[in-house]
């Protein structure tokens, strides 16, 4: 029966390293958020969040706007009743590489295609949420997370 | 039993772990190309960019001439000389010897299997290139060994944009890529070219530029995207006319420069330019803010690669209604280069290009004698090839020969020989084809010039029909065992036969619905025609000499022959019967889709009375469905609201109709 536990728990490392080597794009995602949006999780209340980083600078419904280091608007929040449903950050200056992350290529799609360009932006998607990454620079461009 | 548990998890692991190094699998989301349905991005496709076919050649300072040999070599042999000590090496099975590292290092780069992105290698695709060109003993330079493997021209080309440009265009390198032609690498060297020189190179380390496969899309693109800034190229890109391939090079190479330029287009002095705000994943801006296309509206990543594209190409129009943007790209970008003139874009000092064009005018008037050469002709056709000093003699060359293809045009061919023995040109010269192109040229250009202005005459009547029925037939998608293939004719008129016939659709009568189509076939031919584009047939040739009038007489003259054309044939009821289908499939699945609207439009709907939820919820639909999915011209679907009170339960106030019901309702109505 340890056998089969130990194969168990092999089968579900193996599994995980084949989607993210080593570490998970949300955790490390997360890590790269700058401090006070690190904080910000899925159903994290209203209140929670405005105490930590203030009061949105546009708010449209249920969507509220954060302007961050001069950037209209960096951060995305949406609210179901009144906790974080998902929220999206657009990293400014220094954006994290995507070499530690080893991405299945095959789950990358075009990102903002429009007319004749696909300009060059690329979108991973899982349950998660989702990375959209510059695939000339090969950096991570923004982040939404969904759960 | 545990033991067939075991096997199991260790052939389910080995079969995730063996997936990502199966040399067969993609590891690039691709599609074929057929299989694209997005309406909107199909209706959206305009000619937005900033410079015609015609204007973006006539560009000053634009890069015209292809590379030829002995500059490719002269390239190779000042690059061999900057190390100073040589390597012996083996790259994946090719031994060299007493080579050039920075060659070595470019083969390594060209012969290296990566992913579709180059983020890493791909060791399970990785090819044997001594096994499969067997390139030692012959070769034992880099040169000759992509010789062996892409032929010389193209084997030279690759090899040059990688060491020149840092862009890797090999196929042999990147996922999902197929081999460039000639013609194909040309033009990405000449859009690449047409950079400034401080942005060269522009790629970064071993950056990839290669044509995708052949026939397929990226996913998440619509069919008619040319081209990303990783860089992959498209078959739109292949289909595009070569000077807006060029163009497309140069955009994408612009949104590389972006980057190059630490993400110039989402600064703030550059978002600001366009009040550019970004919510979510859409990008608002300012309605007041002023753009040099309509694909520059899209959002600020697009913006900026127009605004340097039509910078380069088209410069005055820009700089005239859009002066603080044209600013902005001429001091952040081009170091204050400008390309409103030759003068202006030039690195030739203007006395010195002005002596010489009077040296190369009397040069040709003296070896064609009889001939004398408008200054104003010279100043247009020929300085536009010089932009660097010293000028090259194939410069020289190809400028003599603009300017003798210009006397040619109005003279006798006995001109040509003159030219041919001046010029000591023999029957093997390589020149001779490029003559003989534009000899060809010529020919074709009075030749058409011909028709239009005899458009009556019976003779050109013939020769024309001949001509369109071989348009016609290359263009439209052909009957394959009972089923209709090609992508642009059917893609095309299947979302443009739903648009703009859809009432006709539903009235059931094959001969308005043959008459629409008709008509939205040559109103959209026309519209894409006059871009020097197309989308039915091929592109109208129109020779640049001719006029204004005579260009519209030809247009005409096309025009009225292709509709002659489809009210004679039968295929375009083939098309219709395809697209009917498309259309019905495309009404079940909005009536079908009733809790999307319940939950997202419409929340108030428990407070309807029937009648109301009948003509808000399905007869009123959103704009988006006004646009696409009900008959134009009418208030929704006809029969439909009667239908809809009937089949509505007075307490739930939702259909109550089974998906049977529907399709017979459906398929009653459009037949």
């Known amino acids: 029966m340890k056998k089969l536990k130990a194969f168990f728990a092999l089968s579900a490392f193996l599994f995980s390293i084949n989607a993210f080597s080593k570490i998970s794009w949300k955790e490390y995602v997360y890590s790269k958020l700058p401090e006070p949006i690190r904080f910000i999780k899925i159903k994290t209340d209203l209140k929670s969040v405005e105490k930590n980083i203030g009061k949105a600078q546009l708010v449209e419904k249920n969507k509220h706007y954060y302007e961050l280091e001069g950037f209209k608007y960096s951060l995305e929040i949406i609210y179901q009743n009144k906790g974080v449903k998902e929220f999206s950050y657009t990293f400014m200056g220094n954006r994290p590489s995507i070499d530690t992350l080893e991405l299945e290529t095959a789950k990358l799609t075009s990102y903002l295609p429009t007319g004749k360009s696909g300009g060059r932006f690329l979108k991973f998607e899982d349950k998660d949420g989702e990375i959209i990454i510059d695939a000339v620079s090969k950096n991570i461009y923004s982040v939404r997370i969904r759960k | 039993m545990k033991k067939i548990i075991i096997v199991t998890i260790i052939f389910f692991n080995f079969k995730?772990?063996?997936?990502?190094?199966?040399e067969k699998l993609p590891c690039i989301q691709k599609i074929p190309l057929e299989d694209y349905k997005d309406v909107e991005a199909i209706n959206k496709h305009l000619e937005w960019h900033g410079a015609t076919n015609s204007i973006i050649q006539k560009a000053p300072c634009k890069n015209l001439s292809t590379l030829n040999p002995e500059e490719l070599n002269s390239y190779f042999f000042k690059k061999s000389q900057e190390s100073k000590s040589n390597l012996n090496a083996s790259v994946h099975g090719v031994n060299f010897s007493n080579e050039s590292p920075a060659l070595i290092d470019a083969f390594t780069s060209l012969t290296t299997a990566m992913d579709g992105f180059g983020f890493s290698k791909v060791p399970s695709r990785q090819k044997n290139f001594q096994k499969d060109f067997s390139i030692n003993?012959?070769?034992?330079?880099?040169?000759?060994?992509?010789?062996?493997?892409?032929?010389?021209?193209?084997?030279?080309?690759?090899?040059y944009i990688n060491l020149k440009h840092h862009f890797n265009a090999s196929e042999y390198a990147f996922e999902n890529s197929d081999r460039l032609k000639l013609d194909e690498i040309d033009d990405v060297i000449m859009g690449m070219e047409d950079?400034?020189?401080?942005?060269?190179?522009?790629?970064?380390?071993?950056?990839?530029?290669?044509?995708?496969?052949?026939?397929?899309?990226?996913?998440?693109?619509?069919?008619?995207?040319?081209?990303?800034?990783?860089?992959?190229?498209?078959?739109?890109?292949?289909?595009?006319?070569?000077?807006?391939?060029?163009?497309?090079?140069?955009?994408?190479?612009?949104?590389?420069?972006?980057?190059?330029?630490?993400?110039?287009?989402?600064?703030?002095?550059?978002?600001?330019?366009?009040?550019?705000?970004?919510?979510?994943?859409?990008?608002?801006?300012?309605?007041?803010?002023?753009?040099?296309?309509?694909?520059?509206?899209?959002?600020?990543?697009?913006?900026?690669?127009?605004?340097?594209?039509?910078?380069?190409?088209?410069?005055?129009?820009?700089?005239?209604?859009?002066?603080?943007?044209?600013?902005?790209?001429?001091?952040?970008?081009?170091?204050?280069?400008?390309?409103?003139?030759?003068e202006s874009c030039s690195d030739v000092p203007s006395d010195k290009l002005s002596k010489f064009a009077t040296s190369l005018a009397a040069g040709v008037e003296?070896?064609?004698?009889?001939?004398?050469l408008d200054k104003k002709i010279i100043s247009e056709k020929c300085l536009?090839?010089?932009?660097?000093?010293?000028?090259?003699?194939?410069?020289?060359?190809?400028?003599?020969?603009?300017?003798?293809?210009?006397?040619?045009?109005?003279?006798?061919?006995?001109?040509?020989?003159?030219?041919?023995?001046?010029?000591n040109i023999q029957s093997n010269s390589p020149q001779l084809a490029q003559i003989q192109s534009q000899i060809a040229e010529i020919m074709i250009s009075q030749g058409m010039l011909g028709i239009a202005d005899d458009s009556i005459s019976e003779t050109s009547k013939n020769v024309f029909n001949e001509n369109i029925n071989q348009l016609i037939n290359d263009s439209l998608?052909?009957?394959?065992?009972?089923?209709?293939?090609?992508?642009?004719?059917?893609?095309?008129?299947?979302?443009?036969?739903?648009?703009?016939?859809?009432?006709?659709?539903?009235?059931?009568?094959?001969?308005?619905?043959?008459?629409?189509?008709?008509?939205?076939?040559?109103?959209?031919?026309k519209k894409w025609q006059s871009?020097?584009?197309?989308?039915?047939?091929?592109?109208?040739?129109?020779?640049?000499?001719?006029?204004?009038a005579s260009i519209e007489a030809l247009r005409e003259r096309f025009h009225s022959e292709i509709e002659k054309q489809l009210i004679e044939s039968d295929i375009l009821d083939s098309f219709m019967s395809k697209s009917i289908e498309e259309t019905k499939k495309m009404t079940k699945q909005y009536f079908s889709n009733k809790e999307y609207f319940i939950e997202n439009e419409k929340s108030d709907w428990k407070k309807m009375t029937p009648q109301d939820f009948c003509q808000k919820m399905y007869n009123s639909p959103s704009d988006y469905y006004v646009k696409y999915i009900i008959p134009k011209n009418s208030n929704g679907y006809p029969g439909f609201l009667s239908w809809c009170e009937e089949k509505q339960s007075s307490k739930t106030k939702r259909f109550t109709f089974s998906e049977k019901e529907l399709n017979d309702w459906v398929d009653s109505k459009i037949n």
């Not at chain 2, 060359?397 to 001109?415: D, F, G, Y």
């Not at chain 2, 871009?531 to 204004?548: G, Q, T, V």
Request: glycine letters at 6%; one cysteine or more; charged letters at 30%.
């Open chain 2, 16 to 22: 995730i772990l063996a997936h990502d190094d199966h």
């Open chain 2, 137 to 159: 003993p012959e070769c034992k330079k880099v040169l000759c060994a992509v010789t062996k493997i892409w032929g010389e021209d193209l084997g030279k080309k690759i090899l």
């Open chain 2, 195 to 342: 950079l400034p020189k401080h942005l060269i190179p522009l790629g970064r380390s071993n950056q990839r530029l290669t044509h995708f496969s052949r026939g397929y899309g990226l996913k998440g693109d619509s069919p008619y995207v040319a081209a990303n800034s990783v860089v992959m190229l498209f078959d739109t890109w292949t289909k595009e006319p070569r000077f807006e391939r060029q163009y497309s090079v140069f955009h994408e190479m612009s949104h590389n420069v972006a980057t190059r330029l630490g993400d110039m287009d989402e600064v703030p002095s550059w978002l600001k330019l366009s009040g550019w705000v970004k919510k979510g994943d859409s990008w608002n801006k300012n309605p007041n803010a002023c753009f040099t296309t309509e694909y520059g509206l899209t959002n600020p990543f697009e913006d900026y690669a127009e605004s340097l594209s039509t910078y380069r190409y088209n410069p005055k129009p820009f700089k005239e209604s859009c002066p603080e943007k044209y600013n902005f790209i001429k001091d952040k970008v081009f170091k204050g280069k400008e390309y409103l003139s030759q």
């Open chain 2, 366 to 372: 003296k070896e064609l004698a009889s001939v004398s």
């Open chain 2, 384 to 423: 536009s090839t010089f932009s660097q000093y010293p000028i090259s003699e194939e410069n020289i060359k190809t400028c003599k020969l603009i300017l003798v293809k210009e006397q040619l045009a109005q003279n006798s061919s006995a001109n040509l020989k003159i030219l041919l023995s001046k010029e």
């Open chain 2, 477 to 525: 998608p052909k009957k394959n065992d009972g089923k209709i293939s090609g992508l642009e004719g059917m893609t095309n008129f299947s979302y443009s036969f739903n648009e703009n016939c859809r009432q006709e659709i539903w009235d059931g009568i094959q001969a308005s619905r043959r008459k629409c189509a008709i008509d939205f076939i040559l109103k959209d031919e």
């Open chain 2, 531 to 548: 871009f020097s584009s197309s989308r039915y047939f091929k592109k109208l040739n129109i020779p640049e000499s001719f006029d204004k």
